[in-house]
């Protein structure tokens, strides 16, 4: 493989022109703007992101956003979420908020969140994907005639199925008065519900506002069951024997009641009884370790 080097002074010129197109987005049309129009771009626009950014979220109907919309998020049009309007001078005063798709041709009126089927686009009732439906209201299937609108049955990994969901766009207050994270203030276009690397997990697995939330502490301090990890497992065996017996064991003997890839059955059991019937007779010899000859001629 051949090695890339950088000239001097390359590295600070791809972070520069990261920081540009994170900023600027797609409303330089393609072409660089002259560093004149970049410092006149930021000086007006950088403010109004700052005072009127917009968070997009696909919500469950428990009030779970499932989903946190990023740049490079797909709408139902195929068009990712930068190529749609996220900058207002003034926010609208209308709910819901529609974000129109800027790409020339395009018939999106508003952003819409539509979930993928691994890396499959989800199928309508009429059974045709959803990018084979008009991105024009209605969302009429362009492959067949007695569809009377895109209405998947998929299911999200919040156990509700998508057509329950809806696409959300909101102001940082609306999301405040839910206690819903907003993160900190941030320059860069299109940014939708991303207020961090946690946002990138679906909301089952977010364990904070947006998400499924923090565990409970019945829920952490409950006991162990054969239906948990097999981590969990083994250390809670070893938190329940003696302390000194735990010292002596060590965290490789904790997790070697995991199977290893090469054992079959029989090999696994046998050498879970060998490593107990050496535990027990360490034990007994510490149990009849001589006294201390001081307390011997006592």
């Not at 679906?202 to 565990?215: F, N, Q, T, V, W």
């Not at 065996?237 to 059955?265: F, H, I, Y």
Request: net charge neutral.
């Amino acid at each position: 493989m051949e090695r890339q080097t950088l000239p001097p002074g390359g590295a600070a010129a791809v972070d520069e022109y990261l920081e540009y197109r994170r900023i600027v987005g797609e409303d330089d049309g393609g072409k660089l703007f002259t560093p004149e129009e970049y410092e006149e771009y930021k000086r007006k626009v950088l403010p109004m992101r700052l005072q009127n950014r917009l968070f997009v979220s696909w919500r469950s109907p428990t009030g779970m956003d499932c989903k946190l919309v990023g740049p490079e998020t797909l709408c139902f049009c195929t068009h990712r979420y930068k190529q749609h309007k996220t900058d207002f001078e003034m926010i609208p005063e209308q709910r819901p908020i529609d974000l129109p798709c800027r790409v020339t041709g395009c018939q999106c009126k508003a952003y819409l969140y539509v979930p993928l089927n691994g890396t499959q686009p989800i199928r309508c009732r009429c059974k045709h994907f959803a990018d084979q439906h008009s991105a024009a209201p209605g969302f009429t299937c362009n492959a067949c005639s007695k569809c009377s609108g895109f209405h998947s049955c998929f299911t999200c990994a919040c156990g509700q199925p998508a057509y329950a969901h809806d696409t959300v766009v909101e102001t940082k207050q609306e999301r405040l008065a839910q206690g819903k994270p907003v993160g900190r203030d941030v320059p860069y276009a299109a940014m939708g519900g991303l207020t961090g690397f946690s946002s990138l997990a679906e909301g089952y697995m977010r364990l904070d506002d947006s998400g499924i939330g923090a565990p409970s502490v019945e829920f952490l301090e409950s006991p162990v069951t054969a239906m948990d990890h097999p981590f969990l497992k083994a250390f809670q065996a070893a938190s329940v024997s003696s302390p000194e017996t735990l010292k002596d064991v060590g965290t490789s003997s904790q997790l070697s009641s995991l199977r290893r890839p090469e054992e079959d059955d029989m090999a696994f059991f046998e050498r879970r009884y060998q490593e107990r019937v050496k535990m027990e007779k360490s034990a007994k010899q510490k149990g009849k370790a001589p006294l201390p000859s001081s307390t011997k001629h006592s």
